[in-house]
Nanobody, 115 residues
Framework: QEPLVESGGGLVQAGESLRLSCKSS????????QCWYRQAPGKQRDMVAI???????DLAESAKGRFTISRDNARNTFFLQMNNLKPEDTGVYFC?????????WGQGTQVTVSS
């Protein structure tokens, strides 16, 4: 069983929204953090958003004002709400769960934003 499974990616036009979901097979309730990363074609994987156990959120500069990260502990699922998408947001989005110092990754979901 995959530890994390993403869903919600797709092809959208600039200005539209997408909501990515990451379903965990592990409990996220007391995990250290829930994270989203993006890997654009030919580039490294970069952090987009982190939601820490204490509720503090860190967002990449490019995501501020447009993206929100949240979680549903009861469903062991966390989300990335992306609004006002831009072509430069295109890439494969990966979710990561940090639990007791170990990292668990999803398989990635493609987001493509056309201009």
């Amino acid at each position: 069983q995959e530890p994390l499974v993403e869903s919600g990616g797709g092809l959208v036009q600039a200005g539209e929204s997408l909501r990515l979901s990451c379903k965990s097979s592990r409990s996220i309730f007391n995990s250290d953090s829930q994270c989203w990363y993006r890997q654009a074609p030919g580039k490294q994987r970069d952090m987009v958003a982190i939601l820490r156990r204490n509720g503090i959120i860190d967002l990449a500069e490019s995501a501020k004002g447009r993206f929100t990260i949240s979680r549903d502990n009861a469903r062991n699922t966390f989300f990335l709400q992306m609004n006002n998408l831009k072509p430069e947001d295109t890439g494969v989005y990966f979710c990561k769960l940090v639990d007791r110092g170990s990292d668990y990754w999803g398989q990635g979901t493609q987001v493509t934003v056309s201009s």
